[in-house]
């Protein structure tokens, strides 16, 4: 095949402006680098987005999932349930609470945790669930709730690739428990690694400062104390820079994001992907901020895996990921257990999901294009 006229399409790219750019020179210029006054900023602003909650910044999602669960009480002897179709981190930080985490399978339609299988999950050592918002679709977060409240359980949030979701017209993170964001180089906000953590009351918001370094309160000019086992967690000013440049936009990313997943649909409707039975996600345009769009391959229909589907996109200039195989299948966690055939629904979406391009600056061009390849791809190798 030849080389491709068009640019490289990669499956994301973030977007900085002139004036994020300019501000971290500031921020780089000032002197005061790390956690400091820029940090303040983006957890007011945090704060305010999230309908007046406290939040406090981290390094990571995963930091702020792993300190969620502290806050929470989760330790030794405890379980936590969780999906298995999210990133490891999401199951690697109860291991590294003391807990242990039990999977439940998902919904194959909305491929999120099906909450008909958490319920029956729970047993007298269940203390918390963390529900992965996958590709930025919540799930039924009153039902969530709802059986949270009937076990006398707490919810730690991975909205890690929700920030800019709602759920029945309230924000992610404006309401319910524990709510931790990430926001890596991929998210729709980024501070180019970072994460955030909304609290429910100021007394776990003081908590939470303690576990991002190293369990210190100061008092004073010279007062210092150490009460719990903390580490070093925090946010830089350079990161919580990009960050607030980034928040200003956040509306109008989400709204884009919108805009392109129905050119996706539109673009797929009726042509040879779906005919063959290419899965396209849930059509929620309400709730979802379109994190990703992700497709399943029908393998048994194909003449190629899902390595050489994804090699033709290649050949064609259109970068794609996978997220994510079924974490039970990593040998981390067959060690401890878990096996082939415990939770079908992740494992197959796991084993043929497919993540096409989908970022803000990307046209309508370039959805047609990706469409187009995929079409493409399954009419000639198609059986």
Request: hydrophobic share 40%; proline share 5%; glycine share 10%.
């Amino acid at each position: 095949m030849s080389q491709p006229s068009a640019p490289f399409l990669p499956f994301v790219r973030p977007e900085i402006d002139e004036e994020t750019i300019e501000g971290v020179v500031e921020v780089l210029r000032s002197g005061w680098i790390t956690t400091g006054p820029q940090n303040q900023a983006f957890e007011a602003a945090l704060s305010a987005f999230c309908g007046g909650r406290p939040v406090r910044t981290f390094n990571s999602g995963t930091a702020t999932l792993e300190i969620g669960l502290r806050i929470a009480g989760v330790g030794q002897g405890d379980e936590v349930i969780t999906t298995p179709a999210s990133w490891v981190s999401t199951s690697n930080v109860i291991y590294e609470v003391g807990a242990t985490p039990v999977f439940a399978d998902i919904d194959p339609v909305t491929r999120n945790i099906d909450l008909d299988r958490v319920e029956a999950a729970i047993t007298p050592r269940t203390k918390a669930i963390i529900p992965v918002y996958l590709a930025g679709l919540p799930v039924d977060m009153d039902r969530l709730y709802g059986i949270a409240r009937a076990h006398g359980l707490r919810v730690v949030e991975d909205a890690a690739q929700a920030f800019g979701s709602s759920w029945n017209g309230e924000r992610i993170g404006k309401l319910g428990d524990l709510v931790s964001f990430s926001f890596h180089a991929n998210k729709n906000l980024t501070s180019i690694e970072g994460g955030a953590l909304v609290l429910n009351n100021e007394q776990e918001a003081v908590l939470a400062q303690k576990y991002r370094l190293q369990g210190i309160t100061r008092t004073g000019f010279d007062g210092m104390d150490c009460d719990v086992l903390g580490g070093k967690y925090n946010l830089t000013d350079v990161a919580a820079r990009v960050g607030l440049g980034q928040l200003r936009h956040i509306e109008r990313f989400t709204a884009r994001r919108r805009e392109l997943a129905r050119a996706y649909f539109a673009g797929f409707e009726g042509g040879p992907a779906v005919r063959l039975g290419v899965g396209l996600p849930v059509a929620d345009f309400a709730n979802g901020n379109w994190h990703m769009f992700q497709i399943t391959l029908p393998l048994e229909k194909l003449d190629l895996d899902r390595s050489g589907f994804m090699a033709q996109l290649k050949e064609r200039g259109i970068g794609s990921g996978v997220h994510y195989p079924a974490i039970h299948l990593f040998t981390l966690y067959r060690e401890r257990g878990f096996r082939a055939g415990m939770f079908p629904h992740a494992e197959r979406f796991g084993a043929s999901t497919v993540t096409l391009p989908l970022f803000t600056q990307m046209s309508a061009d370039d959805v047609a294009r990706v469409c187009r390849a995929v079409d493409e791809i399954c009419a000639r190798h198609g059986r």
